[in-house]
């Protein structure tokens, strides 16, 4: 048998054969894809008379996907299912591939390349996409410092090896602080509040681990229960404390405090950011961020930001006062603390709108919500979704396949429940992307959907749906949502298909769309089952969830609001090398923007992996701009129902597909939008949809 296909990871005739995955597979595929793709990039280095697309552009994205795509393979695997075996070979070639890639983006031959291909009589003839591409590239080059002299393109490779390794040992750090506390619980008075289905999973972690009691866990749904239900105010403190200082100077685990305090990997980042914008001849980071992006200046984001935020404080503060006074009258707590809100507000608001979060999630068993989503995608754009066979990581996993009309259009891994070795959160990623083979056949998209919901439990010996709070339904629709995008996309240039080239602050748009349809009546009733009855949700429960849908969203905003002020001032005027602490800056973000302030030893940035180990770095924001966006979007929708539903919904759901999944990067986000709409968007939507529009 030849090396192409007895290691899994160099064979890309098909899907990735999980089954066959060894990590001892990983050095010699990445040193191989590597030394293929140098020898291709020396090749297209030469001199050529004429550059044109298929003698340069195609040669060049064909010998990077394959490196690309099995990397993307042992980074998804290292995300799921951490071994020490795994994490030691995945941190053996990360700077191989890192070296790989940023050499490519110096490449002073290929950027000349591009640009004559650029200023050739063909580029007036390109696709739109194609065009893009050509930009995109030129753009990519000069940020990844292709004009830089020698000895500051030396720096500059050395910042992304050292960036890339920091980044991995943050999230390292945050999953060994994670998987590393247990919290045993031998009195079962000390439950009191806690739901069954959370205390059935405590006792089943208990077991496993040989004990007798109950053990609770920092993975989220083991701890959140905790907060929201125990009736133990002790217990909340400590599980609160835990959370909010895993892999700090602070953290609970104190003989491995050094070992995974994440303090000076943040310094690091910080200072290793600052001194790349700077030798590129930007003033801060947070200009490079947005080089790429919709958002024209750190100053336009943080005036949206501080716009937004004067909008939703006078909410914030009669949330908080109602709050407070709530815990003090009701439930005896006179100075109510941060380990006191989650669970103060389950109270408030069961007793304002007569219902628990208990009460809802007994409707949502995983079958009814999985199938349900299902039969809304394929309403809206015109598919169908079906189980599919391939080899996967973990026996939870499925698979399954999108069709139209009898095509296949893509396929899609899911992965729904936390467990140890798995990092924390919920993301979609690619497997790989839709293009135009050299053949001319076309490569269809995969998607990897992952979650962290709770598993299901086995009572009586008997294994019961996994039973998902509405908060996690709507993390299930937020994450096919970017699948959607990924998945319909019908662009065929690699480059720019699915959210491949899409600016990273329109990136959250089609994933906060899909969340708007979690609220619709006419959905739920597909969507839920009573785990004991099969009723669907009734309507009177269902009116007191929508009666509820903006409790405390004033709080919410501003909390939204805060991270993504402390993340983009971090990248824009905070100095690394200065005497001022990143806590500081924290504080003084707070003093001006919270009005729940946290506290002294909470450490939320020791775990914020979002921007320091994923990407949304000076983009945090992101996730409020692209919600501007998906609410005037998902309005198309409520207006054409208030015209009479029916052909005109469908007929919008074709042109949210047409205008916006289906064109993924190949024409600037806002213009997309605007085809969608007919126009700029407006912030009128989100605010009415937040309960927060001016009276």
């Known amino acids: ?69 099995a990397w993307g393979i042992v ?58 591409i050509v930009e995109n590239a030129l753009r990519d080059f000069r940020l990844g410092g292709a004009e830089l002299p020698p000895e500051k393109k030396e720096r500059f490779a050395q910042i992304q090896e050292q960036h890339a390794a ?54 989220f749904p083991s701890y959140f229960p905790v907060l929201q239900f125990a009736d133990n105010r002790q217990l909340r403190e400590t599980i609160y404390r835990a959370n909010a200082t895993k892999a700090s100077d602070v953290g609970v685990v104190f003989s491995e405090l050094e070992k995974w305090d994440n ?115 394929s309403s809206l754009f015109g598919v169908t979704i079906a189980p599919d066979q391939a080899p996967v990581w973990h026996p939870d996993v499925r698979f399954f396949r999108i069709e139209r009309d009898g095509q296949l259009v893509g396929q899609f891994y899911l992965d729904l429940y936390a467990r140890a070795g798995k990092g924390q959160g919920a993301w979609m990623d690619d497997a790989r992307g839709r293009r135009i083979t050299t053949g001319g056949i076309i490569q269809t998209p995969v998607a990897y959907l992952t979650c962290n919901f709770t598993p299901p439990a086995m009572v009586d010996g008997k294994p019961q749906p996994s039973l998902f709070t509405h908060d996690e339904v709507i993390t299930l629709f937020h994450e096919f949502g970017h699948g959607l995008h990924h998945m319909l996309t019908e662009v065929d240039e690699l480059s720019v298909s699915g959210i491949s080239g899409v600016e990273w602050d329109a990136v959250e748009l089609p994933s906060q769309f899909m969340e708007n349809f979690c609220w619709e009546w006419d959905v739920l009733q597909h969507l839920t089952g009573h785990v004991k009855t099969g009723e669907p949700l009734p309507r009177a429960l269902y009116d007191k969830m929508l009666a509820a849908k903006n409790f405390q969203s004033g709080m919410q905003m501003l909390r939204q609001v805060e991270f993504s002020l402390i993340d983009m001032h971090l990248h824009y005027d905070f100095d690394p090398n200065s005497e001022r602490t990143v806590q500081q800056l924290i504080d003084d973000v707070r003093s001006k923007f919270a009005v729940l302030v946290p506290p002294s030893f909470n450490r939320f940035q020791h ?66 939008f605007k085809a969608f709409r007919g126009r700029e968007p407006s912030i009128d939507a989100l605010m009415r949809h937040s309960g927060m529009h001016e009276q």
């Open 1 to 69: 048998m030849n090396t192409q296909t007895s290691n899994p990871l160099l064979d890309f005739s098909g899907l990735p054969r999980f089954d066959q995955f060894k990590p001892e597979h990983v050095t010699p595929a990445i040193e191989q894809l590597i030394a293929d793709a140098k020898a291709v990039v020396q090749k297209l280095e030469a001199p050529m008379d004429i550059v044109s697309w298929d003698n340069f552009v195609v040669p060049l994205e064909e010998a990077t996907e394959h490196l690309g795509r």
């Open 75 to 132: 980074n998804h695997l290292n995300n799921v299912m951490d071994t020490p075996e795994l994490r030691a070979t995945y941190n053996e070639n990360q700077p191989k591939v890192t070296e790989f890639w940023t050499s490519l983006g110096q490449n002073e031959a290929l950027f000349d390349k591009y640009k004559m291909l650029r200023s050739s009589p063909e580029f007036v003839n390109l696709s739109e996409a194609r065009k893009r």
């Open 607 to 672: 775990s914020f992996g979002h921007i320091f180990a994923g990407g949304y770095a000076a983009g945090y924001y992101s996730y409020k701009w692209a919600e501007v966006l998906s609410a005037d979007a998902y309005a198309a929708f409520e207006e054409a129902v208030e015209a009479g539903g029916g052909e005109l919904t469908a007929e919008t759901g074709k042109r949210f597909q047409r205008e916006i999944l289906s064109v993924g990067g190949s024409r600037p986000a806002l213009e997309s």
């Open 166 to 219: 920091i980044s991995t040992r943050f999230s390292e750090n945050v999953l060994d602080a994670t998987n590393d506390y247990k919290l045993l619980v031998e009195n079962e008075a000390e439950l009191a509040g806690i739901p069954d289905d959370a205390r059935q999973a405590a006792r089943a972690s208990a077991e496993q681990d040989g004990k007798q009691g109950w053990q609770f866990t920092l993975h």
């Open 263 to 377: 303090t000076s990997n943040i310094a690091q980042l910080l200072k290793l950011r600052d001194e790349e914008a700077k030798l590129l001849d930007y003033r801060n980071f947070a200009e490079v961020s947005l080089v790429p992006k919709m958002a024209p200046s750190p100053e336009h984001v943080i005036e949206f930001l501080e716009d937004l935020a004067r909008r939703a404080r006078p909410f914030a503060e009669k949330d908080l006062a109602e709050l407070r006074e709530f815990a003090k009258n009701e439930l005896q707590i006179e100075d109510m603390q941060a380990w006191d809100v989650t669970y103060a507000s389950e109270k408030l608001r069961e007793k304002r709108y007569a219902f628990s979060a208990q009460e809802v999630k007994q409707y949502f068993p995983e079958p009814k919500v999985v199938d349900g989503l299902f039969k809304l995608v």
